[in-house]
């Protein structure tokens, strides 16, 4: 991962923990809580693709493993978000932009489910049976409402600035935009440089016929 990535990957991650512990987890809303790291992996997955999804998403879960209050196994919050990130960075169109909000929203919604599903699996794995008290049914549904209501409001700018920060002009072109513009460049100065050779090839050629046609009027007379 580049720089500019890890920077902004890193401030969005901890900024999205920060309100996501301070803020959303004291609402005591019904059931899941609205979980603002879940779509900041999500959305910077969706741009930068499934090897740094997998990256962002285990530490982001990593840091949410460690930040208090947190009461479960250090370590399941993060491979359940390397799995999101890795699964969604997957389905990352060539040009890094969605043609329509259609698909980020069906992300939403799938991540939130599957998201809950392994945070319940591996509980039952290492013996936390908490899902079954709460009602895994309601926890599903009360996830993807949130999410949804909160999706709007943060994954089409989260990855704008994904986008904005991996045009950095200062960065490597990563960008098929950017090859198509150098390509013209270098199309258009061959041009350019072929007309002038071409050019001065039929000077040349021309020459050389003015000069043989004086040799062959000075052999006549």
């Not at 693709?49 to 990593?62: E, K, P, Q, R, T």
């Not at 479960?72 to 390397?82: E, F, I, M, P, W």
């Amino acid at each position: 991962m580049r720089f500019n990535r890890i920077l902004l990957s890193s401030t969005l991650v901890v900024v999205a923990l920060v309100v996501q512990v301070s803020v959303l987890a004291r609402l005591h809303l019904p059931g899941a809580v609205p979980d603002l790291v879940l779509l900041t992996v999500l959305s910077l997955s969706m741009v930068y693709g499934h090897v740094s999804g997998a990256l962002i998403g285990f530490a982001a879960g990593l840091l949410a493993d460690l930040a208090p209050p947190a009461d479960h196994a250090v370590g399941r919050y993060a491979l359940v978000l390397c799995v999101i990130g890795y699964v969604a960075g997957l389905t990352r169109p060539e040009t890094g932009q969605p043609r329509s909000a259609a698909g980020p929203m069906v992300m939403v919604v799938a991540a939130a489910i599957g998201s809950t599903l392994l945070y319940a699996g591996v509980g039952a794995l290492v013996g936390d049976t908490g899902a079954r008290h709460v009602g895994l049914a309601s926890l599903i549904l009360t996830a993807v409402v949130y999410d949804l209501l909160l999706a709007p409001f943060t994954v089409p700018w989260i990855m704008a600035l994904a986008r904005r920060a991996d045009n950095d002009p200062l960065a490597e072109p990563a960008t098929a935009g950017g090859d198509v513009t150098a390509s013209w460049t270098a199309g258009g100065t061959g041009l350019r440089v072929g007309e002038r050779r071409g050019g001065l090839r039929a000077r040349a050629a021309r020459g050389r016929a003015a000069r043989a046609a004086r040799i062959k009027g000075v052999k006549r007379l």
